[in-house]
Structures are given as C-alpha cells and as structure tokens.
C-alpha cells in the first residue's frame, strides 16, 4: 500500500508540474518537481510529442511472429 501513494503522490506532483511548466515555464515545473523528490525526467518526457517518444520507444529488432 506505501508504494501505491508513492506512485499516487508524484502522479500528482508530475500533473502539477506540467500544468506549471505550461503556464510558468518548463524551468518552474523541473524546480518544483525537485523539491517534490520525483525525477525531472518525467516531465520533459511528458512535454515531448508522442511522435518523438514512439520513434525511441519502437523496438529495435522485429519480432518473428
């Protein structure tokens, strides 16, 4: 149950973020994401575009189905 707060709490923390990185800055959403103790990688994975992510994301050998 602990990690499950955990992963609620800096689910909202990243929401948080990205609503300030928005509004404020990306420089204001990475800062209150550290002093929140949740990795700044989450955001500026969030702030990319999906296309980008699936490109990184695909795998790298085809699978033999």
């Given at each position: 149950?602990?990690?499950?707060?955990?992963?609620?709490?800096?689910?909202?923390?990243?929401?948080?973020?990205?609503?300030?990185?928005?509004?404020?800055?990306?420089?204001?959403?990475?800062?209150?994401?550290?002093?929140?103790?949740?990795s700044?990688?989450?955001?500026?994975?969030?702030?990319q575009?999906?296309?980008?992510?699936?490109?990184?994301?695909r795998?790298?050998?085809?699978?033999?189905?």
């Open positions: 149950m602990i990690q499950r707060r955990i992963d609620e709490r800096s689910a909202l923390a990243t929401e948080y973020a990205l609503f300030l990185a928005e509004t404020r800055g990306v420089s204001a959403g990475l800062m209150y994401l550290e002093s929140c103790n949740v700044r990688e989450i955001l500026l994975r969030a702030m575009g999906p296309a980008a992510r699936r490109s990184c994301e795998r790298q050998r085809q699978r033999n189905d």
